[in-house]
Structure formats: structure tokens, C-alpha cells
């Protein structure tokens, strides 16, 4: 069963003070009472770290109820915790403890005197608005939708179904607005005009970790297992035929399992035509340069080549790069590895309304320690405390563990594979509270509850530390960001930011390693190349060899084939025999000078200083927000992210002054950068006069309500796939196109014919009772854009309003049973 509002408090109350048993009890629904409840039947859970969650608890409550009368629940034990220190207040009735949860207002964060989490423990609904849904396609109705979450979703949905095969497109939508079911559509009901023989077809979605996969796997549903999990050979062979066969429909990977394991399966759905889509998830890690760079992210490029080269004609795969924040320098090495075949951004982003941003003054390194772990002793659970090095992640873990923190766990860089999965599922299953972590954590984990983001550090970058922010707050409710810097910070920040992009000079012994290495000539100007070698011939380089240094490899073909100095084409086992004793990658020399100095400093020298010139902006805008603490975040990160609709969440000037936060523009819609459709195609062509138009009257009564449902999806099966509803309602236009949710079309309703945020194409209009019809709306259209409109019986000319239409309109007029006619000839 499960309970909300004050039954869940009620029940919550009944489990603390032993009037009701620890154990099997209804499930409450809000995650601060669920959490605590879990935590007081789990032996791993501390007494600090349930005093922390009661006094979450205790505040949203009081929240929920509107902020008066103080929540207050009671104990028949005491927990051995210092109740002061973790911001409880308790009053001792003789054998019974009167608990309520106390503001925390540290003296080391200006503005602090109503409190710093009471806002982010309150969950207060951020970003969904009641009634905020948009009007929705026919075709969402295969998946039991009527609605899509916004305008950036719709408008996200109609660029990716618009996608021509063999191109790109990037897709920038705001977190939590639904980027899943983009891959969704195109697994269910495919891209505009595709046909793939009966068959379901392969929709490869790249995700960062084996979790997520996993949490994909169990959102889209159905029995066929469709994320592949390193280890379960009886689960992944059954992937891989599926693929094979071009049955499996969605196939949910890590980057490493597609261009590992996966490849072979790929490449033979690829040559029988069935490979939709290659979707990149979180794609912004693509130009990971930091301290979670991955290889496997950037090799995708030679995987995308590949199955492109592999597919036939008009039947390549359309390849998805989602993220919900694109700066410029990752849209350009989007573009430049996955772009040959034509890229695209259709971008609706929008800055995150859910965090709550407070900076303190810098301290020392004691000082920072101090005010941390106050902060942790009192902030919503669950939290992430971010630092920028290993080993400071280690003190961390020892520093908490010594403080008596029990559901802590730690990531980094070079955290195993198979702890990093055991702390995802702990975060998912929501027994783990608090992770410490570098930038290596977080990416892509979709845990939607995540109420606290601290950092005990400077990120290099505002990139960083926005992505990281991001983390919390994904259920679309207030969250927290506090930034507690100490002095030394900005010069690390500093040393990272200048060498995560490597030396010319050590680039280019990296890259001579690995041409002048083993390798196999492929033909041509084609080569494979092993890229685990060492980096160099000199005394150190010699054992510098490594899952790192192989990292750095992959990084450096990825800046030569951003200078165009070569292009990634894959993996390269199917023609090197002895595969199995390295790491290749197959590349195309585009520059015969590669290797020398001049080429270097000519081709590759301006790329990396654009990079470095990127990360140095970034830098310096990081170093804004903290110097500039009382003015509003939102101006900084709308600098980063260009095209983002500005909107406020809270920070320093907007707690002060209310007035000063910016509530959002409306939701503009942007239009998808792809046509829906060249032109009309026969017999279509036929019916339309010398101004690519046609007038249908329509029939009257039942003879319409027939034949207006065929002859709508015949149109769009001859390439007009949108569809304008001018005037007023009617029910016979809703039931005709309510018929055609198993093709791809797009509806504007209550929409100006040319004038929609429709895809560019031909057009379908219906005009209804009451349109006011203009003589534009009859002119002469030019091809790829044609129009033909659907008129009731009586229609009369726009210009002549006494006439009837057909009286004196210059072009081709028809009945509706002719033009069924004509289509079925």
C-alpha cells in the first residue's frame, strides 16, 4: 500500500516512537519520509545519518503544511547523536523525546539567517506546472500518450523523426523533459518514410554505465532483455542475435559494449538495412577532455563510420546526440566526428529553475574541512560532495567515517568497474546516502531525488561544476548547491584547465608512437593502428602503457581528426588477425605531412588553442560566480550556454530581493532544422495545380466523415506529413486524424497556415467553421512547399465574399470523393 501527506507523517510518526513495528509498512511517497523509514530498519544506517534524515523529514513536513505548526515527532530512545550538531532541537518528557528540526543558519554563509536547506528540503515543485502539457502528434498515442511535456519535446520529437538517413543531429532538451522518448518513437514507430520490411529494426542507445542501462531497460518495459551487462553471457548473447536479425528493437550499451562486443552484431544489422538509429546519450561526454575522460566516447565516431559505410543506400543510420547542455566546443567536435553526412542542433535548453545556489568566502583547508562537514551533518539527503583530485576523495572517506557517517560511499577515477556499479545500484535502490565524488561520478545517472550538491573544491571549469550541479534536482523540485572553497583552489582549478589538452609537442610524439608502430595498410591512405603503445621511445615512456596512456592515444587522433589532419573509421579486428594482443583503431590520412612539426603547428596548434581558449572562458566564468556571489547565476550561465532560455532558481540576490528573479520567458518553440519532406510525390503530383496547390471541398455528413481518413493518410503516405487545423473545432477533422497514429505526422491545431512551428514541408490545412480564410492562404506556393487545403461545402472567397470559393479561385478545385479517386487509381 502505499500512503501520502499527513497519513504518510502519521505513519512515519508511528514508526519512531514504537507505536507501530519496524519492518514490512506501507510505502510512503515522498522521498524524505520513504528514506528515513528505510534507513530505520537498515543496519548500515547510523545514528547521525538518521538523525540527518529526520531532519529532513521534519522540514519538508513543515513545509507541506504550509510552514506552521513546526513538525515534531517523538522517541521513546535516545540515538547517542548530537542532536545540536545536526541542527535538532529535542525536549525531554520524562521518558519520551520531543524532536523538531531547528533552521541551520552557519555564520560563514552570508544571508543564512532563515536558514540554508529549508527551501531544498521542501521538494517545492519547480519546473512542471499544472496544465503545462502540449498538444501532442497522433502518434504518440502508440505509446499510450496524448501529450507531449513541452514545447522543446514536441519540437524535438518532429527533428528527430525528420532526420534524413546517414545524418546527424545534436538534440539540447532540458533535463527531465523527456530526452527517452525521442528514442522511444523512433524504436516504435521509426523516421519519416522509413520502410524496413516487416521487420522492427535496431535503435542503439549509447549510455554512460551499465546502471542506467539497466534503469532503461525496466522504464521502456517489455520481457526481452535490451541493456547489454558486462559478465551476463546468456543475456548478451540473445542481444546479439536479436541485433543480428534486426528484431531487437531498442539496445541499451555502454559506450565500451558497443564498440566492443557489440560491433560485429551492429555492423551485420547495419548491412541488412535495419539499423535505425545510433543514439549518444549524455553527448556532451564526447568532449570530455576532464578528469572522467573515457575513450570508448570518442572512438564512437569510427563505430558511426563504420556502420554508416556498412549500410545501403537510403537506409543508413541516423545518429542522436542528446544532452541537456551543448557549449560551443562540443557542438564543434560533435560536428566534426560525427557530421560527414550532414549535422544538425536543434536546441530548446533551458537553464535549471530547481537549485538553490549559496557560495561561502574561502577558508583554509582546516577551515573548509570544518564548514563541510557541518553542512553534511544538516543538508537534505541524498547528497553528492564533489572534490576535483583522488586523493582528496580518499580523505573524504576516511574524514566521514571518523565523523559517523554509515550510508557513505565514495567514486573516482580510478574506482573499479565493479565498485562503481555496486555504489549505482546503492544510489538507485536509495540505501546509500551521501557519495563522495569526483567528476568521474554522476554522469548519466538518472536518480531523479537528489536534494544536496556541495563542493569542496574550485571545478575547472563552469561546465563542470553546471553538469555536476545538475546532478541534483532531477524530479523537477528544489535542490541545493553550496560551493565551500578554500584558499588554493583557483590555482588547481588553473592547472587542470591548462593540461587536459595535450602538448603539441607530446601529442605529436604520441602520434608518431602509434603510426610508426604495428600497423595494417588497409589501402590507400587507410591504415589501423594500435593505440595502446607507449607514448614515446624515451626511458620514462617505455612502460607508460596502460588503460591512461591509451586514453591520452584516443585523445590525441581525436584533436587530428578535429585539425582534419585524419579521420576515425572504427574499430579494425575484422582485418587485423592478431586484434586480440591490442587496442587498434582503423584511421584515413587526409594530410600526408601529419608527422611533421609545421603541419602540427599549423593545423593542429589553432584546434587545440581553441580548446584551451574554450576551457579558459569557462574558467574565468567559474571564478565570476564565486567572486561574484550576490549577483544572479543565471547571467553567468547564459554566457556558457547561448542559446538557453534564462530563468532564475534562487541565489543570493533573488532570497534577498523576490522581485529580482526573472521568471522564465514562455516556452518558444523551436522549429526542426530538417524538412519534413522535399516535395510531394505521385500521384499527388497530379492533383496539384501550376502553384503546387489544391482547393478539396469536402462532402457533406457521413460521406466526409469516411472518406477524410483514407485520403489524409494517403497524402501523407505520398510525403505531406503536416497537418494544419484552422478555425474552429471540429469533430469530424479530430476523428480523421485520430486514424493516424500509425504514421508520422505532425498536427498544429489552432494554427495559422505557414505560420506554425511545424517542421518546413508541404502541407495538409483543414479549414473549419469560422477560419478567417485570407488570399494568402491561397496563393501560389513554390516546390517543397506545397499546400492543399480541405474546405467545407460552402466555403466562400476570401476576397469576394459573396461568391463561393470555387467561383473564383484561380487554381485547381476538387471534390473530396474525386481526389480519393485519383489516389486510389
Known amino acids: 500500500m502505499n ?16 507505536s507501530q513495528p519496524v519492518g514490512p509498512s506501507p510505502t510512503l511517497l515522498h522521498p524524505a519520509f520513504e528514506r528515513l523509514r528505510s534507513a530505520l530498519a537498515d543496519r548500515s544506517a547510523s545514528p547521525l545519518d538518521r538523525a540527518v534524515l529526520l531532519r529532513h523529514a521534519l522540514l519538508f513536513e513543515t513545509a507541506r503544511r504550509g510552514g506552521s505548526p513546526d513538525a515534531e515527532v517523538e522517541l521513546t530512545e535516545d540515538w547517542d547523536v548530537d542532536w545540536n550538531g545536526s541542527g535538532l532541537e529535542v525536549a525531554r518528557d520524562g521518558g519520551v523525546l520531543r524532536v523538531q528540526a531547528r533552521p541551520w543558519t552557519p ?5 543564512s539567517d532563515r536558514g540554508v536547506d529549508a527551501w531544498a528540503a521542501s521538494e517545492a515543485e519547480r519546473r512542471f506546472a499544472v496544465g503545462s502539457a502540449v498538444a501532442g502528434d497522433p502518434f504518440l498515442a502508440r505509446l499510450g500518450l496524448d501529450t507531449y511535456r513541452s514545447h522543446g519535446q514536441r519540437a524535438a520529437t518532429r527533428a528527430v523523426l525528420t532526420t534524413p538517413p546517414g545524418a546527424t543531429l545534436a538534440v539540447v532538451l532540458a533535463t527531465g523533459e523527456g530526452k527517452s522518448l525521442l528514442f522511444r518513437l523512433v524504436d516504435g514507430i521509426g523516421f519519416a518514410g522509413q520502410l524496413l520490411d516487416g521487420r522492427r529494426g ?34 548478451n548473447a540473445a542481444i546479439a542475435e536479436a541485433v543480428r536479425a534486426g528484431t531487437q528493437g ?45 575513450t570508448e566516447f570518442q572512438t564512437l565516431a569510427g563505430l558511426q563510420h563504420e556502420l554508416l559505410a556498412a549500410s545501403p543506400p537510403t537506409f543508413e543510420p541516423r545518429t542522436i546526440c542528446l544532452s541537456a547542455t551543448l557549449g560551443d566546443a562540443a557542438r564543434e567536435t560533435l560536428e566534426t566526428l560525427f557530421g560527414a553526412r550532414g549535422f544538425r542542433v536543434l536546441s530548446a535548453a533551458r537553464l535549471r529553475p530547481e537549485p538553490d545556489y549559496w557560495i561561502a568566502d574561502p577558508t583554509d583547508q582546516a577551515g573548509r574541512a570544518t564548514r563541510v562537514l557541518e ?185 587530428l581528426a578535429r585539425a582534419g589532419v585524419l579521420r576515425l ?21 587526409l594530410d600526408h605531412d601529419h608527422l611533421a612539426a609545421a603541419t602540427w603547428d599549423r593545423r593542429v596548434g589553432p584546434v587545440r588553442r581553441r580548446i584551451a581558449v574554450a576551457n579558459a572562458r569557462s574558467l574565468g566564468l567559474m571564478h565570476n560566480l564565486l567572486a561574484q556571489a550576490a549577483s544572479c547565476p543565471a547571467d553567468l550561465l547564459r554566457e556558457l550556454y547561448r542559446d538557453a532560455t ?69 497524402l501523407t503516405v505520398f510525403g505531406l506529413r503536416n497537418l494544419v487545423v484552422f478555425g474552429e473545432a471540429d469533430p469530424d477533422f479530430d476523428r480523421a486524424i485520430d486514424s493516424l497514429r500509425d504514421l508520422v505526422v505532425f498536427v498544429a491545431r489552432d494554427a495559422i497556415p505557414g505560420a506554425s512551428a511545424l517542421p518546413p514541408g508541404p502541407e ?43 467561383a473564383c479561385h484561380d487554381g485547381r478545385v476538387m471534390p473530396l470523393r474525386e481526389v480519393q479517386g485519383r489516389l486510389l487509381a
Open 3 to 18: 500512503i501520502s501527506g499527513a497519513q504518510a507523517f502519521a505513519s512515519l510518526r508511528g514508526l519512531l516512537s514504537g
Open 107 to 111: 555564520r560563514w554563509l552570508r544571508g
Open 202 to 235: 535496431v535503435t542503439l542507445v549509447v549510455v554512460p554505465t551499465v546502471a542506467l542501462a539497466l534503469d532503461q531497460e525496466a522504464a521502456t518495459g517489455g520481457d526481452d532483455p535490451r541493456a547489454w551487462v558486462g559478465g551476463a553471457s546468456e543475456r
Open 250 to 294: 531498442l539496445c541499451f550499451a555502454s559506450p565500451e559494449a558497443a564498440c566492443g562486443p557489440l560491433r560485429r552484431p551492429l555492423l551485420e544489422a547495419a548491412r541488412a538495412g535495419v539499423l535505425r538509429a545510433l543514439v549518444i546519450d549524455e553527448a556532451h561526454l564526447v568532449d570530455a577532455w576532464g578528469t572522467g575522460f573515457r
Open 375 to 559: 553542512a553534511l551533518r544538516h543538508v537534505p539527503r541524498p547528497a553528492v560532495l564533489y572534490v576535483t583530485r583522488v586523493r582528496d576523495a580518499e580523505e573524504w572517506r576516511w574524514r566521514l567515517a571518523a565523523a559517523g557517517f554509515g550510508r557513505a560511499r565514495m567514486v573516482h577515477g580510478g574506482t573499479s568497474a565493479a565498485e562503481r556499479e555496486s555504489v549505482l545500484d546503492a544510489w538507485r535502490r536509495g540505501t546509500l546516502d551521501l557519495v563522495v565524488a569526483t567528476s568521474a561520478f554522476g554522469l548519466g545517472i538518472d536518480y531523479p531525488h537528489v536534494r544536496s550538491v556541495l563542493h569542496a573544491c574550485v571545478p575547472e571549469t563552469l561546465d563542470r561544476y553546471y553538469q555536476e550541479v545538475g546532478r541534483g534536482g532531477r524530479d523537477g523540485r528544489s535542490c541545493l548547491s553550496l560551493v565551500v572553497p578554500a584558499y588554493g583552489d583557483a590555482e588547481i582549478a588553473m592547472e587542470i584547465n591548462d593540461t587536459v589538452v595535450i602538448g603539441l609537442p607530446r601529442g605529436r610524439e604520441r602520434w608518431a608512437a602509434m603510426f610508426n608502430g604495428p600497423k595494417r595498410h588497409l589501402g590507400g591512405d587507410r591504415f589501423a593502428l594500435r593505440i595502446d603503445v607507449a607514448p614515446g621511445e624515451g626511458a620514462g615512456d617505455i612502460d607508460m602503457v596502460g588503460e591512461r596512456s591509451t586514453d591520452w592515444n584516443a585523445r590525441t587522433l581525436t584533436l
Open 569 to 589: 573509421l572504427g574499430g579494425a579486428e575484422q582485418v587485423v588477425q592478431d586484434a586480440v594482443q591490442g587496442s587498434w583503431q582503423s584511421v584515413e590520412i
Open 646 to 714: 534564462t530563468v532564475c532558481s534562487r541565489c543570493e540576490a533573488c532570497r534577498y530581493d523576490p522581485e529580482c528573479a526573472r521568471r522564465g520567458a514562455p516556452d518558444a518553440e523551436p522549429v526542426s532544422p530538417w524538412p519534413c519532406q522535399a516535395s510531394v510525390q505521385e500521384p499527388v503530383r497530379s492533383l496539384l495545380d501550376h502553384g503546387n496547390r489544391l482547393v478539396v471541398k469536402l462532402d457533406e455528413g457521413m460521406l466526409a466523415r469516411r472518406r477524410l481518413p483514407d485520403v489524409l493518410a494517403r
Open 764 to 806: 495538409i490545412v483543414l479549414v473549419g467553421a469560422g477560419a478567417p480564410l485570407r488570399p494568402a492562404h491561397l496563393a501560389a506556393r513554390v516546390t517543397g512547399q506545397e499546400r492543399i487545403l480541405f474546405v467545407r461545402p460552402d466555403a466562400r472567397s476570401p476576397s469576394r465574399p459573396q461568391l463561393p470559393l470555387d
